[in-house]
Structures are given as C-alpha cells and as structure tokens.
C-alpha cells in the first residue's frame, strides 16, 4: 500500500513505477529511501517514465522468456488488451507464451495478475507494468482525470471500468 501522502491516480502511478520498476531493477525493492527518492524525482520530472522505452524494445527482440511467467515465449502479448483500445505497437506488446497469453486473454494486466491469478502486488511482472503505468498516465492525462483520488494500483485502469452492482 502507498504512504498516505499518495494520493492522487498521478502520484499512484509514480509511485508503483518507482518501486515495481525502478528499485526493482536496481535490486532495492526493500529500500524506501530509494524508493521514496526516485518517486520525488518522477514527480517533479526530473526523470521519467519513458526513459526505459528502450528497454522495452530491447526485449521484444532479444528475451526468449515470458514475460509473465520465465517460461518460453512463443506469442505476442498486448499488455493493454486491443478491446481496451490498446494500441498495436510495439510499446504495448511484450513476448509472451502460449499459456499465459490465452490465460490473460481481455483482462486488465492489474486484475488479472491480482484478482484471477492471487498474486500480490509486489510481484507484478516488471515491463509488463512499467507499460501498464505509462499508458494509464497518458490515459487519465486525455481525461483530465490524473488529480482524481486513487488508493493503489488497482485503482488506475486504463479503460472505463464495466458498472458493477
Ligand atoms: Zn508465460
């Protein structure tokens, strides 16, 4: 759960970026003066979200593993699914195999992973959300809704969420 200063769907997502993408890679997840300090840095755009689009492109040529699992990859992935209006480039879509793919299917990532899978937050697969936090800063952005109030990841969906009763 983010600190209560954290509150807004912008600071959200700045946060689990800062923590599930960059501390992780730097091997510092535990570390909250690292993650606290690389939150400060986003916030104030100093560092950003698309610095690592690189990466990303690095790995849609070169990893033979899943994305999701570690497994052997042998599909394409849109992490934002195409009936979400996920866009068909390559900053969306992630090697992935079989399995997890046809398991995910049109889901959103963050509730596939947490509310069908039973996975915890902390292990959401790194790239797959570092993409999934990127487009739902551009998406809540077009909608003027990036001050609107959030609690965690789960609250960031990309797309306008099915009415529940
Ligand atoms: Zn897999």
């Not at 960059?22 to 939150?39: E, L, N, P, T």
């Not at 570092?130 to 001050?147: Q, T």
Request: net charge positive.
């Amino acid at each position: 759960m983010p600190p209560r200063n954290v509150k807004t769907i912008s600071d959200v997502i700045y946060y689990y970026y800062a923590w599930l993408v960059i501390a992780r890679a730097a091997g510092k997840m535990d570390q909250w003066g690292f993650i606290i300090q690389r939150y400060n840095l986003l916030k104030a755009g100093k560092i950003h979200m698309a610095d690592r689009d690189g990466e990303i492109r690095v790995q849609m040529r070169t990893t033979p593993e899943c994305v999701y699992c570690g497994g052997q990859a042998d599909s394409n992935d849109h992490v934002i699914p195409r009936n979400y209006d996920g866009p068909d480039r390559m900053q969306n879509v992630v090697r992935s195999c079989k399995h997890c793919n046809s398991s995910k299917k049109d889901n959103d990532l963050v509730d596939w992973w947490i509310n069908i899978l039973g996975r915890d937050e902390s292990s959401l697969p790194r790239i797959p959300i570092g993409i999934y936090l990127k487009y739902s800063y551009d998406w809540h952005k077009m909608r003027d809704s990036l001050d609107n109030l959030a609690n965690n990841v789960t609250d960031l969906k990309p797309f306008i969420p099915a009415k529940r009763k």
